[in-house]
């Protein structure tokens, strides 16, 4: 490129087409416009990009592919590549001397410290990697960002607040207690509240601005007998109504489907998709409830009928308190204006000490992505993600294309594990669009009885939030990697590297302590506190109150053993476990952070630079330019009524009180002899190049002063070329 613009012709050449091509797309964007709606122009835009995308990663390697074979099997012998030789530029002594004052100047600021290539090529290698997986990580976390929305947390807290709690209009969950309030809460909640203007569905009762999208689903759950009381059998046997026995199929059923099918199991077809999304438990407070399993009874979208199918239910006893464990009630919202899906699952759980549990679950979604939809910044920054994601896969089939053995090192198989999720997150994010777009089209063909099962959307949008959850953790665990370069990464890699065996010994003491304190403290006050109802629960709960995290647990809730040995958990858990232990694993920790700190200093030598110093050299041209860029905004020197001589001599003063007043409150440790030596040294170079450079600078000044306009001396000057390189010198004809 240098080669080509060196000539001024070429260079005004390249200046007019470039003005003239900016000032005519200028001109026509200005006069004529381009007027598109949003949405067009955003589809352009996006089809823009995957066109070359596709061009650069799919068509452009058939491309070479196909030359290199035709090149290999049928070489063109008597073809010769002849080129021209370029045009010989013709170079004085003047141009010589200030290339060789460049030349001495960059020398100048390569010193002895970095001289080191290993340790430059290191850098360089650093330099790449901090690029690549920085810009990375940096999109990765701004593709989180825009990701994001606020609106699904108060959509969902909203909703659940609304579900479980009494309105002037409707009935909480909460308040569900016998089994008769389970119908009351069906029909005043969820026929009448979504049906509040009986002539048309207008929307729901509390937020006008959700629909319900197909029909409500009633599932319940049957225990029967079994003589392991930890291991409960779900019934799946068909009945007639009232649970009667035998069943029977009579020839009318098909006819009158709504009267026998909430006497059937469910029943699924054994699809990869079900098995992998669906195959889930909802945990309960005492038993695990399977989604796949049950029986199932669908309202209707109208009022009317969905009452008398409740009232149906009701009348032949489908809910009952012999078999029935759990009771579901499925349904799908949809909020147009903030294009979100609410999929609500109401569980009522039935113990067997005869008590009512209850709890709304919520999941809040956008399942719909369209360009439409997507703002401007989120479209940039999905697109550079794209691109950066293709650039760091070319990066890694690079690396493992020349080297095989590569892939037994630990950071490329992270690099490996972090294309491979990437790859899982397009995949989840195919297959979601597929399953919404198969359920609006079955919204659009449905009936009054068809539920529309928004379950699988939606746990594939949860597991796309949990898989770009492990990217951001794998992504901040190779960046740590890159960042070794820096002194305090360093030593704390070095001391966990060093400390492992005496903190896992510290943690795993701690760890036996507060299992040991967690089950004393479950088995006393389980049955009274809620903290330590269940042995995890109280684990966790003395772990955080270890941590310093007492708002929730007090100590009068292990005092139902009595206060004595209530007051000796407590200094257990308060003293042993957190004032103790935790101060011992701090202390350790600290001990081996002194020891490699002593350890790099002593490792470190003069003759090694960091990584600050080796890109000062790398970029200096950069910041040489930037420097340039900045010289209105230096100091301008005043000499305040004193010369240059005073002024020096007063700034050297100044620096000497500042110097003496430093050295009177900071000890200072004295250089050995190494360092004395490496300094002499140093200097040393530093007055040779300064000496070379001022003999340029005299030899040039010299020929512009004496010298014609090439440079050249009189025959009678005593300047001799023989130094000179044969480009430079004087031709003679």
């Not at 004085?92 to 080191?116: E, F, G, V």
């Not at 957190?578 to 701090?586: G, K």
Request: hydrophobic share 45%; charged share 20%.
């Amino acid at each position: 490129m240098s080669a080509v613009f060196h000539n001024v012709n070429n260079l005004i050449f390249f200046g007019v087409t470039a003005v003239v091509m900016v000032t005519s797309f200028t001109l026509i964007a200005v006069i004529t416009g381009f007027q598109h709606e949003t949405k067009k122009f955003k589809t352009m835009v996006v089809t823009i990009v995957l066109v070359l995308l596709f061009q650069f990663i799919v068509l452009d390697p058939i491309r070479f592919i196909v030359l290199s074979i035709d090149s290999a099997t049928w070489p063109k012998k008597h073809i010769m590549n002849y080129k021209p030789e370029a045009a010989r530029e013709k170079y004085n002594h003047l141009d010589y001397l200030r290339t060789r004052l460049k030349s001495l100047k960059s020398q100048l600021m390569i010193t002895i410290q970095h001289r080191n290539e290993k340790l430059n090529e290191k850098y360089s290698h650093i330099t790449h990697d901090l690029k690549l997986y920085g810009t990375y990580f940096l999109l990765l976390l701004m593709v989180v960002i825009v990701h994001q929305d606020p609106l699904l947390y108060y959509n969902t807290n909203a909703v659940v607040t609304l579900m479980s709690h009494n309105t002037s209009n409707t009935l909480g969950i909460k308040e569900v207690m016998t089994l008769d309030k389970v119908y009351d809460f069906i029909e005043l909640t969820l026929i009448k509240g979504f049906n509040p203007d009986t002539s048309a569905d207008t929307g729901w009762l509390q937020i006008r601005q959700m629909k319900r999208l197909g029909v409500i689903r009633l599932r319940q759950l049957r225990h029967i007998y079994s003589p392991n009381p930890y291991d409960t059998l779900w019934d799946s046997v068909s009945r007639m109504p009232a649970w009667s026995e035998p069943y029977q199929r009579l020839h009318y059923e098909d006819k009158y489907w709504r009267i026998y099918e909430p006497w059937r199991p469910i029943t699924h077809m054994p699809t990869l998709e079900d098995g992998l999304l669906l195959n889930f438990n909802h945990y309960g407070f005492d038993v695990d409830y399977p989604e796949l399993l049950g029986y199932a009874a669908l309202l209707t979208t109208g009022p009317h009928n969905s009452l008398k199918v409740l009232k149906y239910l009701k009348v032949y006893n489908w809910i009952d308190h012999k078999n029935t464990s759990a009771f579901f009630i499925d349904f799908t919202m949809f909020n147009a204006d903030a294009n979100i899906f609410t999929v609500c699952t109401l569980v009522v759980e039935y113990t067997p000490f005869g008590y009512h549990l209850t709890r709304a679950s919520v999941q809040s979604a956008k399942l719909l992505e369209s360009l439409d939809q997507m703002s401007h910044v989120k479209i940039i920054v999905m697109l550079l993600y794209l691109i950066i994601v293709i650039q760091f896969g070319r990066s890694l089939a690079v690396k493992l294309w020349y080297n095989h053995d590569a892939i037994k090192k630990a950071w490329n198989k992270v690099d490996v594990i972090i294309c491979t999720m990437n790859l899982i997150l397009l995949a989840l994010i195919l297959l979601r669009e597929y399953e919404v777009s198969k359920l609006l089209k079955l919204l659009k063909e449905s009936t009054t009885r068809d539920y529309l099962d928004f379950q699988r959307p939606t746990r594939l949008y949860l597991l796309i939030n949990i898989v770009m959850g492990f990217l951001v953790c794998i992504t901040t665990l190779r960046l740590w990697k890159v960042l070794q370069f820096a002194s305090v990464f360093a030593v704390f890699s070095k001391t966990l590297y060093l400390a492992w065996p005496a903190v896992a010994s510290t943690a795993l003491i701690i760890i036996i302590f507060l299992m040991g304190l967690g089950m004393a403290v479950a088995i006393i006050n389980g049955n009274n506190s809620e903290y330590f109802q269940k042995l995890v629960k109280c684990i966790i709960a003395c772990l955080c109150f270890a941590f310093g995290f007492s708002s929730e647990v007090h100590p009068t809730d292990m005092f139902h053993g009595g206060k004595s040995l209530g007051i000796v958990l407590y200094l257990v858990l308060v003293f042993i476990i957190a004032v103790v232990l935790m101060n011992v694993f701090a202390a350790l920790i600290f001990s081996y952070f002194e020891s490699a700190e002593q350890d790099r200093k002593d490792a470190t030598r003069h003759s090694r630079i960091n990584y600050l110093q080796f890109l000062r050299l790398e970029f200096a041209n950069t910041l040489k330019f930037c420097g340039s860029g900045c010289r209105l905004f230096r100091k301008s020197y005043h000499p305040q009524g004193r010369t240059v001589h005073e002024n020096v001599e007063w700034e050297l003063y100044r620096r000497e009180l500042l110097r003496a007043k430093t050295s009177s409150l900071v000890v200072t440790k004295k250089p050995s002899d190494e360092e004395l030596r490496f300094q002499y040294r140093q200097r040393i170079e530093l007055l040779l190049g300064l000496s070379a450079i001022l003999t340029v600078q005299v030899e040039l000044v010299e020929r512009l002063l004496l010298g014609d306009k090439n440079g050249e001396l009189p025959a009678t000057s005593e300047s001799d070329d023989s130094d000179v390189p044969e480009m430079y010198r004087k031709r003679k004809d």
